[in-house]
């Protein structure tokens, strides 16, 4: 470990020797803790990064003037939409992806961030319970659509095959943020070692949506038989001021466009049919090959810059006392995964349904958005379809039916639980020799053992 002598003239070399302030106020274990943390900052990185974050915060904020002018929809050609495809073509879509996955050309890799700190908690988002009847975890729904993927594919094959699954957590470079993901490709070696297994395809994603399909054979095959170096599953804006980032073109070239910088008028935009005319937004869910993966950190990764933010930051004063201020008062830059979409030459992007996968959870409760509470209604009322869908009937207490309702409420909970275990069914396929024609009573439970069996317990 670093000494103290040392970290001070790393930090005096960096002009951030104020870090150290309350040292002799600190215990033995905070004391290594911090110098542990300290020790991996790079003196000059971090004099350069605190540079240009003063030179990013002096420029003027908000949407680029210009920027209206620059902006145009991605082309027709290069989206696909998969609820809205015809069978067949989604049928190609799908049957690629499974060939592909089964001939071992297919990895995922985890953005894991880093700790739940929005949630509440000091472990990773990724161990945290929803509420799940079965208390599955984020980690545990998304290590078993893997599974369930892979024995999909090797059924379909007649092979064995195998989806390598690589976690990469927050790291501490100074404004990496997701963005750092190509600096550890390189650090770690990681596709030196995809080579070695022969995989082609990277499917990248991030921890916190509760229902993301991992390798989806779906959009694995649609931008394979695209011919992508590079795609994005997007979903509709649910509102013009939605505040997601927008998948588009700016001068000709696919970027993500931050909620932040489009004006009001140009987010209002419609397009011939009604729809908004910037609409595809990003779910942070990537398609990558391993060949665009090896460009990106070998030439592109030094021309990514990175994004500015000013944000209300907590910090202690000149006395040691805590200050939460009132107004903006600390420049965030941050690098983002997506910020290498103009680097490709074949730029792809693949509409899904919202209700389908996508739900993030970012929020502790009692938060109306994006909390465990809603993540944990996504993933029990999509089960709940899939279980209608499949041929079941739902009772109350009394016995008698529960409706069938046409749609069910976007932010509430179904009729009943029902919970399906991804080693079950990976997206709704398969149920009906467990479910067709039977009757439940609230919860329904269906994990790997109950499918084993040759009676479900029914009501």
Not at 118 to 145: C, D, F, H, I, N
Not at 177 to 193: P, Q, W
Not at 368 to 395: C, E, I, M, N, V
Request: glycine content about 8%; aromatic content about 8%; proline content about 8%.
């Amino acid at each position: 470990m670093a000494s103290e002598q040392d970290v001070r003239a790393r930090l005096q070399r960096a002009g951030q020797e104020h870090l150290l302030r309350f040292w002799a106020e600190l215990a033995p274990e905070p004391r290594a803790a911090l110098l542990a943390e300290l020790a991996l900052l790079e003196p000059e990185a971090l004099r350069e990064h605190c540079r240009r974050a003063a030179e990013a915060c002096a420029r003027p904020h908000g949407p680029p003037p210009d920027l209206a002018a620059r902006l145009r929809p991605l082309p027709p050609e290069r989206v696909g939409r998969a609820s809205r495809s015809d069978p067949e073509t989604r049928r190609r879509w799908e049957e690629e992806g499974f060939r592909q996955i089964s001939l071992n050309k297919v990895a995922v890799l985890l953005l894991a961030g880093g700790q739940g700190t929005r949630l509440g908690v000091t472990y990773p988002k990724g161990m945290y319970r929803v509420g799940l009847p079965s208390r599955k975890t984020l980690y545990q729904l998304q290590a078993e659509r893997i599974r369930r993927v892979e024995q999909l594919a090797g059924e379909r094959h007649g092979t064995r095959c195998t989806v390598p699954w690589c976690v990469l957590p927050a790291l501490p470079r100074p404004g990496d943020g997701n963005g750092g993901l190509y600096c550890a490709l390189e650090d770690h070696k990681i596709l030196e070692d995809m080579e070695r297994r022969g995989v082609e395809f990277v499917h990248v994603y991030c921890v916190d949506n509760i229902l993301v399909r991992l390798a989806d054979p779906v959009f694995i095959g649609f931008c394979v038989l695209q011919g992508a170096d590079c795609g994005a599953k997007v979903v509709e804006k649910a509102y013009p001021e939605e505040p997601v980032g927008v998948v588009c073109q700016v001068d000709g070239v696919p970027q993500v466009v931050e909620y932040s910088e489009i004006s009001p008028e140009t987010a209002q935009l419609r397009a011939s049919d009604g729809s908004l005319l910037y609409n595809a937004g990003n779910i942070c869910n990537h398609f990558f090959t391993r060949g665009f993966l090896k460009a990106v950190t070998r030439e592109f990764e030094p021309l990514l810059k990175p994004h500015v933010a000013v944000k209300k930051v907590p910090y202690v004063d000149e006395e040691g006392n805590l200050v939460k201020p009132l107004k903006p008062n600390g420049i965030k830059m941050e690098k983002f995964v997506f910020d290498v979409f103009r680097f490709a030459k074949n730029f792809a992007a693949l509409e899904v349904l919202r209700e389908e996968e996508f739900s993030p959870l970012k929020n502790a409760e009692p938060a109306d958005r994006d909390s465990p509470r809603t993540a944990r209604q996504a993933l029990l009322t999509q089960h709940y379809r899939w279980a209608l869908r499949a041929g079941a009937r739902f009772l109350d207490a009394h016995g008698a039916w529960l409706p069938e309702l046409p749609s069910l409420p976007p932010n509430g909970d179904p009729p009943a639980i029902c919970e399906i275990s991804p080693l079950v069914s990976y997206s709704g396929e398969g149920l009906e020799v467990y479910l067709q024609g039977r009757e439940f009573q609230s919860p329904l439970i269906l994990d790997e053992d109950q499918a084993r069996e040759p009676q479900l317990q029914e009501s």
